[in-house]
């Protein structure tokens, strides 16, 4: 099967109707469409080499015998209805980490030649809390709409929004089985995430592409106390924004005081 043939046979079961727009104009075609009312909108970023819409089809395309189907959007928003955040996530890399271990040391005794000793030792030991840091002087501006444009920050000449058939855009990450690589959690963590977000911060869903979310909020945390527990809550939930990105705690917590954007991002 072809690339193209691929695309277009996952493009048939895509649950998303699409919709083209430019870069510069996603937004406040986001805003059109939300006031529509017909379904919930998401920019999901632009389909060339400098985007990664593409890699949204992958879940409804043609599986091979040994991949299985994805979940229902039901069974993903069953489970998430019985996540709590942000401890759930503390278990489930717990239980990651272990399955993982457990796997190591299967294939280290059916390979005596090859020792994974140190990597085991490495990964039972207990993980490091991130780097609180001083508080920063000063913060840079928010990053915004960031998968409706290039990593140079140039509005795409080409992006896709999808609209949900669903008036509860939380379920968004169900309808698009995302998540579930590295250390990106499966769907139904980030349908929790975002209804627990949505109540305590008034969050909106307004980007996503195959590894980055962008998060709009209305409330933002009015202490550094407050700010430092909600940074290591994001940091729960996705580690590369501060082990990849501010470096610490307090330079995130300063970035949510300031701006309305949220993002999140995984390796």
């Not at 805003?31 to 920019?43: D, N, Q, R, T």
């Not at 929004?161 to 998540?179: E, F, K, Q, S, Y």
């Not at 470096?247 to 993002?263: I, T």
Request: net charge negative; proline share 8%; glycine share 8%.
């Amino acid at each position: 099967m072809t690339p193209d043939e691929y695309k277009r046979k996952a493009l048939e079961s895509f649950p998303l109707r699409l919709i083209e727009t430019t870069g510069d104009q996603a937004l406040a075609k986001w805003e059109e469409l939300k006031s529509a009312g017909a379904g919930c909108p998401v920019v999901l970023g632009a389909d060339d080499s400098r985007g990664s819409f593409g890699n949204l089809l992958t879940p409804f395309g043609p599986n091979g015998p040994l991949v299985a189907s994805p979940p229902s959007v039901e069974e993903i928003l069953r489970r998430a209805a019985e996540i709590r955040l942000p401890e759930d996530v503390v278990k489930r890399k717990q239980a990651d980490r272990e399955e993982a271990i457990k796997q190591l040391r299967k294939l280290s005794a059916n390979n005596p030649n090859r020792s994974l000793d140190a990597t085991i030792a490495a990964m039972e030991r207990a993980q490091p809390e991130p780097q609180i840091g001083e508080w920063p002087i000063a913060t840079g501006p928010g990053i915004g709409l960031s998968v409706a444009r290039d990593l140079k920050g140039e509005p795409f000449p080409k992006v896709y929004i999808g609209v949900a058939p669903t008036d509860d855009w939380t379920t968004i990450p169900a309808h698009l089985r995302w998540g579930g690589w590295n250390g990106c959690p499966t769907a139904e963590y980030h349908v929790a995430a975002l209804r627990s977000w949505r109540e305590r911060y008034g969050v909106e869903l307004i980007g996503i592409n195959s590894d980055t979310l962008n998060l709009r909020v209305s409330i933002k945390p009015k202490t550094r106390e407050e700010a430092l527990a909600l940074a290591r809550e994001h940091y729960t939930y996705c580690p590369d924004i501060v082990d990849q990105g501010t470096g610490s705690l307090s330079s995130l917590a300063a970035e949510l005081m300031a701006n309305d954007w949220w993002f999140f991002w995984w390796d």
